[in-house]
Antibody, heavy 113, light 111 residues
Framework: QVQLVESGGGVVQPGRSLRLSCAASGFTFSSHGMHWVRQAPGKGLEWVAVIYYDGINKYYADSVKGRFTISRDNSKNTLYLQMNSLRAEDTAVYYC??????WGQGTLVTVSS | DVVMTQSPLSLPVTLGQPASISCRSSQSLVYSDGNTYLNWFQQRPGQSPRRLIYKVSNRDSGVPDRFSGSGSATDFTLKISRVEAEDVGVYYCMQGTHWPLTFGGGTKVEI
């Protein structure tokens, strides 16, 4: 069955960087687009970014454009989110999802001094 | 950006009774291919979200048939025919037609 395991979250100071990973299994990773979606504590869902199956086309939410980069390694069945210039408002649980909206368990990112 | 507006914010329900959640979009969600990319998600307490409904009215595998979706263009509804205890949680609509993708603010269903 589809399994998505996020990692890389933690506490980071404002202005610093963090890279999240999402290890995928149970499906043909290289054939599917992938998304990152985040959820601030006690808040709703916010779509962050998408990358198409071949890694070429990517789209971002305005709130992260220019700071976050989504990428993938199809040889490793892994999705990434490079987060630079982090802000307090980036504090959230970050989920990776497939293009058919199967979700991982999420990883918590806390941006705080 | 397309704004997704859900109502109500909170929905007290009675077990065995029907429930309904509304979702309205600021633009038509009909895509150039003729499909309407409107999804519904359920997030139970302490869990990751899961998709219930895609393209307005199609149930995902394993979703009980008491859940149904309807609507068109800018007005959509998720209905639960008979609420069960396991249906407690927050429900979100999400449009997949226009970039950036956007979610509604959520409706909390509680017994």
């Amino acid at each position: 069955q589809v399994q998505l395991v996020e990692s890389g979250g933690g506490v980071v100071q404002p202005g610093r960087s963090l890279r999240l990973s999402c290890a995928a299994s149970g499906f043909t990773f290289s054939s599917h687009g992938m998304h990152w979606v985040r959820q601030a504590p006690g808040k709703g869902l916010e779509w962050v970014a998408v990358i198409y199956y071949d890694g070429i086309n990517k789209y971002y939410a305005d709130s992260v454009k220019g700071r976050f980069t989504i990428s993938r390694d199809n040889s490793k069945n892994t999705l990434y989110l490079q987060m630079n210039s982090l802000r307090a408002e980036d504090t959230a649980v970050y989920y990776c999802t497939t293009d058919r909206w199967r979700w991982g368990q999420g990883t918590l990112v806390t941006v705080s001094s | 950006d397309v704004v997704m507006t859900q109502s109500p914010l909170s929905l007290p329900v009675t077990l065995g009774q029907p429930a309904s959640i509304s979702c309205r979009s600021s633009q038509s969600l009909v895509y150039s291919d003729g499909n309407t990319y409107l999804n519904w998600f359920q997030q139970r307490p302490g869990q990751s979200p899961r998709r219930l409904i895609y393209k307005v009215s199609n149930r995902d595998s394993g979703v009980p048939d008491r859940f149904s979706g309807s609507g068109s263009a800018t007005d959509f509804t998720l209905k639960i025919s008979r609420v069960e205890a396991e249906d407690v949680g927050v429900y979100y609509c999400m449009q997949g037609t226009h970039w950036p993708l956007t979610f509604g603010g959520g409706t909390k269903v509680e017994i």
